[in-house]
């Protein structure tokens, strides 16, 4: 299946990818171009089972894969995309299409770029089923993204999205179901509306700005945003808590930022010198935080003392880690349930709701949610939201407390110890093992395998500078493994001699990109060009259906003074009183995203998988079953 | 009315401290010493208000001065606080009276105030730092004051038997948030101690000995509990600060706790992300070592225990042993200190005057001072900066009133020169007396002519004409 792939530089990916994000305002009104462009190479290529949503997916990614990624790739996944790249000349125009269906003002280029998606998708009319699930779950999803949008905005006309729906129907008779949902969807709000059927290149330049401004959401995640049905449901989310910043909100929109300074509990000052390519995300002063809420301590009498403690510890860095956080929050959750009592005149679902709405805002302001708690958090509101009514306060908190612990049990501690027993399995005698930070899921690996006597050596590789390898360092050599332990720096040198990469991720989302602590990226891409197997833990309730190309669209920002000033080097202070000068600017990024081709397998408590294969995870075990 | 974030205070307000003599007596309880024309115990219960901490609980050592705290409390704070007067036997010490409010403690911590605290630190910065890093014991540290230093250092309002010369030794971990070590002023001896696990635990310690204890701490209410069980202890400042630090690691209170219910109040290993390998304070002794080596403190302590048992099933689950005591450090510019001698008085009322007089309340006038409008000035009288005089005040004819606080209904002559002085109420004090750093307890009355020079005088002594007073305490015998 790979020799398909053509053979193509590594490089690839990194160029695009900063490439993808700079028209950053053009990928506002994303979601309604999908449609448009499927709607139209629908026509234009009449080949159904194509269908051309893996056009939106990660097309730019895929040709750069090469074919040294022999281990787990069953399925083509993205077969069209990949077609339509397939030759390098294909791929700018592509790239220019890309940035059209985001823009979607760009209105006199979208003919080019439906064409050339349609004849991608006239190129492969194969796709396996496994690949088709989540292509034809996409589908449906799409439409309802749209159709929420459309409630937001209803100016748009959203007919187009229609008719996609119908042909892909055809595709697979796994998919009716699923259309048959999405075309009654799409009817309603067709009705919804007025039934305006209108061209693809629906919005016109002069209404931009407005639509920009309902939806500042989607433009967050950039050009992928509409495929992810995440999206839909925290906007409905965003709805309910007024309160909470949402997820994505765009910081550098100074009126957004404005009114969610007004709601703020958190007294937070936004830094000045920001790297411009960065503006979008969240940056304030930091050290200024933490006291001023301390002093607040008595005063938030809203917020649960559990759920400020978390926070606390959220914003002082001493809980960090994405299971350690989504545990702590849930444990915290639970408290908060366990000392509710419905005021009177008020159900419990509404106002339980409610509540952790504001406290989830709360755990935003002290730091942005990780993908893990994002998902425990939806699995908490659906919970409640589907409790039964008639339940009395005492049964409805001990199932919500009970629904909690199983979610901690089911999905973070035996999915880690099932992903222990996987990853072991890939530890010979004799190997030599590299990783990077501390992730946990790792070490618990590295010590069950030392645990049943394997004979392998581990290399930490840490960066500055949080040196968290150091911790796990410490902890693999009291345990008599023996480490080796070096800089990020010296990958490139240390490398040589490894075997195996162990990875942990925040999240994977569902093109394959591993969204990690940063440095993993170039750890994976170094281990990748040295033909060094690259396994990624990663707990299944950590997969996200979000698609993301880049790192810039959705990440976080750390404490610029954390880079700025060398611990133990006093004399190197030529950064002190950075934040003055206004030609210097700082960039602590927390995480990167990996792209799927640097990943040999994902480790996960369902089995070991490639990559491409999150979204058949997303579907069958995961989020959708949760909710349930 | 549950309490505001799980959090209690006890405010210790003293009875008749000995070391306040001859300020203080039967009839002036020490909280009740004007203090700038306030009663000392209002700024400790201002700062709580500040911070939305409105259940209080008093403690008050003996009959007497608890009837009148709490008349005073009664008419100042009606409508205002939630405050319960809570009255021990004298000579108790700190440990005593929390003995005896603890059948009304109820929440996960406690904030334990000393009332002869002057302070704008925010008690919530403390209590939140406690939360934050879920110890069993916080305690509030500030620069020891510059200024006769050593004396207002060492204390400990009600521990008589120690000599005041000597600062307390504070062990601090690198990042400054844990308390490693502690001799308070009275137990310094020539050679301090220190224990080795503590510092091989945190890799490197530094000992500092200009800091001072305020007498703030933030206490879990189970470890809490669980000292006052044990016998002879009697300050919480001598006796169960340095203890709960030496037994740190090998905690008995804590590992008692483990298993009940409270979830955070284990010790858990937690790693510094500092350069050095850095565990903190709160590693375990020996056979712990292992256990919490693994993992990092990985949010609450619960998941570790599953997780450990989980996936570690070769390893049997050892007990966790620690507890972690934390320290908050007020900052350079925050005012801090403690009314526990004669000179801590004067030295805050000078304060008050001058740096720190935003605690007050007042508004100074343009010449910098406080006069209340219903004071009757005589000709030629001035009342010059850093001063406070209280209402109904008769001041006579060419009267000099500098840096001095003046009380209410006083009676002052003529010519009377009154410099870096404290004068309480219903005082007289007739034609040309000179009065220079001294402090005049309520109705006193001082004859023509006399001169006083860093006296304190007690409650309604008679200074007869023309007599001369230098450093000299006077009272009533």
Known sequence: MDLRRPNRPVIGPKVRQVGFVTPDSAAATSSSSIPAVSAA????????????????????????????????????????????????????????????ADGSDFGGDDDESVALSGVGGGMTPKSSLLMRQPVTKTAPLVSETHKRDSNVSKGKGDGPSAAPKEKLTKAERRATQEAQRAAKAAAKEAAAAGGAPSVSKQPKPATKPATQQKKDVPSGSGPLQPLAPSGSIEKKQGKKEVAAPHPRMQFDDMTKVGKLKKRAVVNQSEARNRVELFRHLPQYEHGTQLPDLELKFFQLDLIHPSV?????????????????????????????????????????????????????????????????????????????????????????????????????????????????????????????????????????????????????????????????????????????????????????YVMHEVTRVFLGASSVLSNGTVYSRVGTACVAMVAHAFRVPVLVCCEAYKFHERVQLDSICSNELGDPDAISKVSGRKNL?????????????????????????????LVTEQGMLPPTSVPVIIREYGIERLWT | MDPPMDFQVVVLAGGTSDKLSPLVSKELPKALLPVANKPLLSYALELLEATNLKNIIVVVEGDEAATQVESWLSVAYMDRLNVEVVKTPGDVGTVGAIRAVAPFLISTDILIVSGDLV???????????????????????????????????????????????????????????????????????????????????????EIRSDFMDAHVYAFKRTVLL????????????????????????????????????????????????????????????????????????????????????????????????????????????????RLNSVQAFGDINRDMLGEASRITGYTFSAQNNVVHPTVVQGAKTTAGGQCIIAEGTILGDKCSVKRSVIGRHCRIGSNVKIVNSIVMNHITIEDNCTIQGSVISSNVQIQERASLKDCQVGAGYVITAGSEYKSEPLTKS
């Not at chain 1, 097309?59 to 077969?79: A, D, I, K, Q």
């Not at chain 1, 995309?81 to 790239?95: D, F, H, K, T, V």
């Not at chain 1, 501390?438 to 070490?443: H, T």
């Not at chain 2, 002794?285 to 990092?296: G, I, V, Y």
């Open chain 2, 226 to 337: 669980d000292v006052l069980e044990k016998e002879n202890l009697y300050s919480i400042k001598q006796d169960v600060l340095p203890y709960l630090v030496r037994t740190q690691l090998r905690s008995e209170i804590s590992a008692k706790k483990e298993n009940s219910a409270d979830e955070s109040s284990n010790g858990a290993t937690k790693e510094l992300p500092s350069e050095d390998v850095n565990i903190n304070s709160a590693v375990p002794s020996n056979q712990n070592l292992r256990w919490l080596s693994q993992h990092r403190e990985i949010a609450p302590s619960s998941y570790q225990e599953i997780h450990i048992s989980d996936c570690d099933m070769n390893k049997s689950r050892p007990s966790k042993k620690t507890h972690k005591c934390c320290i908050y450090l007020s900052g350079k510019t925050q005012y801090c200190a």
């Open chain 2, 119 to 205: 302070s704008d630190i925010s008690p919530g910065a403390i209590a939140a730092t406690h939360r934050r890093h879920g110890a069993a014991v916080t305690a509030l540290f500030c620069p020891a004051p510059v200024s006769g230093g050593a004396d207002s250092s060492t204390s400990g309002g009600k521990d008589k038997a120690k000599k005041p010369s000597r600062c307390n030794i504070v062990g601090l971990d690198p990042t400054r948030q844990f308390l490693l070590h502690v001799v308070s002023g009275a137990k310094v001896e020539k050679d301090i101690h220190i224990q080795k696990r503590i510092v091989r635990a945190v890799g490197q310690m």
């Open chain 1, 573 to 601: 202070n030529y950064l002190d009183g950075w934040a003055q000068n206004e030609n210097i600017q700082l960039l602590n990024l927390k995480y990167d995203a990996t792209p799927s081709d640097y990943v040999s397998v």
């Open chain 1, 308 to 492: 400020y403690q978390v926070g606390l510890q959220f914003l002082s860095d001493k809980i960090s880690g994405g299971n350690a956080r989504c545990i702590a929050m849930l444990l915290a959750f639970k408290e908060v349930i366990q000392d509710y009592t419905t005021p009177p005149e008020k159900t419990l679902t509404r106002d339980l709701g409610a509540k952790v709405g504001s406290c989830v805002s709360f755990l935003i302001e002290c730091r942005p949610l990780s993908v893990s708690m994002g998902n425990a958090i939806r699995f908490l509101k659906n919970r409640i939201s589907s409790l039964p009514h008639n339940l009395s306060d005492k049964e409805a908190k001990s199932r919500l407390q009970s629904d909690i612990d199983r979610f901690i049990n089911e999905k973070i501690i035996i999915a880690s110890k099932a992903i222990v027993e996987h990853g072991v399995s890939k530890i010979r005698d004799g190997d030599v093992l590299l990783t990077y930070g501390s992730p946990s899921v790792v070490e618990s690996i590295f010590a069950y395998a030392h645990g049943i006597k394997k004979n392998f050596r581990v290399v930490v590789v840490d960066s500055r500078p949080k040196h968290e390898g150091q911790g796990l360092l410490r902890r693999l050599v009291e345990r008599g493994i023996h480490c080796t332990y070096t800089h990020l720096n010296a990958v490139s």
């Open chain 1, 41 to 100: 190479a629908a026509t234009s290529a009449g080949s159904p089972p194509s269908s051309l949503s893996p056009v939106m997916i990660p097309p730019p990614r895929h040709p750069s894969t090469e074919m040294s990624n022999p281990h787990f790739h069953p399925v083509g996944s993205y077969n069209p995309s990949e077609q339509i790249l397939g030759s390098p000349p294909a791929l700018s125009p592509s790239r220019s299409s890309r940035f059209d």
